[in-house]
Nanobody
């Protein structure tokens, strides 16, 4: 059973940076996309960023220019570099890996809190 484990969350001041990592416990074949989602208190889960197998990327408008998604396929890892963090970025962040047949693997989430 493949497990995704996120890390790198925490408390940071506005304007600060964090780097989230998501490691898959096993090699996942036939990946379609790898992405990061978040759920803020009282809100629905939303896409933050995703990267396709061909390396094309897609970002939520609210994070464009501040967040960068990347992967290290040799390490079965997807990263989210978050710069210029704002209080409205506070949420639980989840990684997701989708296979070409549409099966989704989800991580357990990591809390990001942006506050002074």
């Amino acid at each position: 059973q493949v497990q995704l484990v996120e890390s790198g969350g925490g408390l940071v001041q506005p304007g600060g940076s964090l780097r989230l990592s998501c490691v898959a416990s096993m090699r996942i074949f036939s990946i379609s996309t790898m992405g990061w989602y978040r759920r803020a208190p009282g809100k629905q889960r939303e896409l933050v960023a995703e990267i396709a197998s061909g390396s094309s990327t897609n970002y939520a408008d609210s994070v464009k220019g501040r967040f960068t998604i990347s992967t290290d396929n040799a390490k079965n890892t997807v990263y989210l570099q978050m710069n210029s963090l704002k209080p409205e970025d506070t949420a639980v962040y989840y990684c997701k890996i989708r296979t070409v047949i549409g099966f989704d693997y989800w991580g357990q989430g990591t809390q990001v809190t942006v506050s002074s």
